[in-house]
């Protein structure tokens, strides 16, 4: 198996999710992300009542991931990053813990409280990146694009550059994986000539980054120029109108979706 990176990465595929229109995709992932941190926003409702809200968004994600033929593998990796900071957040909990310990190791105490920002802001975290991730698994680039650039074409009216957004938005996400490959083939040089990224202290180790960090973004650098050359070599020009080879087209399956994830939040937000 492969272990490039997953991260904003498309896994080609014909389930019913692949088959969505992309705007749909987005409006429902934009949704649960809301619905994720809305309830309690205000800090008016208990921390432990949050917690069957979350229940429902991450029902919906779990059913997501069935339906959309993806290896679960490839969301272990896409979490993978996340896992970093969700120990950080642990240990930040655990210094910084208020309310009556439970549990007590020399400077460390666990605490109610602890335990449930930790297990709620985990959960939150974990599904936030697993709905997103379900958006880019299952949407090519180009639809993604089109898809962006359609849901913001009222704000053209305001001479809000949304074409010119969604572009971006797509390149940078196309840019993500490339980046960390590139990242992964040059600290995998710089160790054959005797790089040492795994030893000394937090110092040493940043130093040790310098070889990595700069011939790094010489790739960046160049990659971009290259892409510049050929949007130019295409005939490129912003704020005119593109057409589309494959005209967006929503249907039933689109419709069963919005209701199902509009029931889904409505639920998340009551409960």
Do not use: N
């Amino acid at each position: 198996m492969s272990r490039r990176p997953v991260i904003a990465q498309y896994y080609p595929g014909d389930s019913w999710l692949h088959r969505l229109d992309p705007r749909s995709k987005i409006v429902t992932t934009v949704a649960l992300a809301v619905a994720l941190f809305a309830r309690g926003f205000a800090g008016d409702v208990p921390l432990r009542d949050l917690f069957p809200s979350i229940a429902v968004i991450a029902a919906v994600a779990a059913a997501g991931i069935v339906l959309s033929g993806v290896p679960p593998s490839w969301f272990w990796r896409g979490l993978k990053p996340v896992m970093w900071l969700i120990i950080i957040t642990l240990i930040a909990q655990l210094l910084f813990a208020r309310g009556e310990p439970i549990a007590q190791l020399g400077p460390f105490k666990v605490t109610r409280e602890a335990l449930e920002t930790t297990g709620l802001l985990s959960l939150r975290l974990i599904v936030l990146v697993v709905v997103g991730l379900l958006l880019t698994f299952t949407t090519p680039p180009i639809p993604l694009t089109d898809g962006l650039a359609w849901l913001l074409r009222p704000l053209r009216r305001l001479r809000f550059p949304s074409e010119e957004l969604a572009l971006m938005v797509t390149i940078a996400l196309r840019f993500i994986p490339t980046l960390l490959t590139e990242l992964q083939t040059i600290m995998r040089a710089q160790k054959a000539r005797g790089a040492d990224f795994s030893h000394g202290g937090p110092l040493r180790r940043a130093r040790a980054l310098v070889p990595v960090l700069v011939p790094l973004f010489i790739v960046s650098f160049r990659r971009a120029d290259d892409l510049a050359l050929a949007m130019e070599a295409r005939c490129y020009e912003p704020g005119q109108r593109r057409t589309r080879l494959h005209p967006l087209r929503a249907g039933y399956r689109d419709a069963v979706l919005l209701v199902v994830v509009t029931a889904a939040v409505t639920l998340a937000m009551v409960v």
